[in-house]
């Protein structure tokens, strides 16, 4: 059977940590709506409480059921889980006329396409900051906005 969870980030991230010595094994669930069997596919989905959904999704395989008291709570199951196949970076999609400005500054800039984006979004940054202080840049700012820009350092 296959079960949709919710999953917060700090453990997203420990379920999907590389290192598999590190990773996180068990998850512990309520089973008042639903009852874990080994053999079962959970399809963990990063939710953040203020953000709601990430976008961000991984599945994992149920190796071992433990409902016993004293280790675990009534209504409650530790779930001994296998990752089977880690995250895959989430793709951005964009229509082919975007794609090629995306490729017309990458060349302008000389930096490839990934570094423009994150460029542009610190310069993006950078002008909701000026905003908030009163929209003025003194020609002088010019060679530190660059450089921060550059090193996508929107917050020094």
Do not use: N
Not at 72 to 82: E, F, H, K, N, Q
């Amino acid at each position: 059977m296959v079960h949709e969870l919710k999953i917060a980030p700090a453990w997203y991230a420990a379920v999907t940590e590389s290192d598999p010595a590190r990773r996180k094994t068990v998850e512990i669930r309520a089973e008042d709506t639903r009852t874990f069997a080994v053999g079962d596919c959970l399809v963990l989905r990063e939710w953040d409480a203020v953000a709601g959904y990430t976008g961000r999704a991984c599945r994992v395989h149920v190796t071992h059921v433990l409902r016993d008291a004293p280790y675990v709570p009534p209504g409650y199951a530790a779930l001994s889980i296998r990752l089977v196949d880690p995250p895959q970076p989430e793709a951005v999609v964009v229509d082919a006329a975007t794609a090629e400005r995306l490729r017309d500054w990458s060349r302008v800039l000389g930096c490839d396409p990934t570094t423009t984006v994150a460029r542009a979004l610190t310069a993006l940054d950078l002008v909701l900051e000026l905003a908030a202080q009163g929209g003025h840049l003194a020609r002088s700012d010019w060679r530190a906005w660059h450089r921060r820009i550059v090193e996508g350092d929107a917050r020094s």
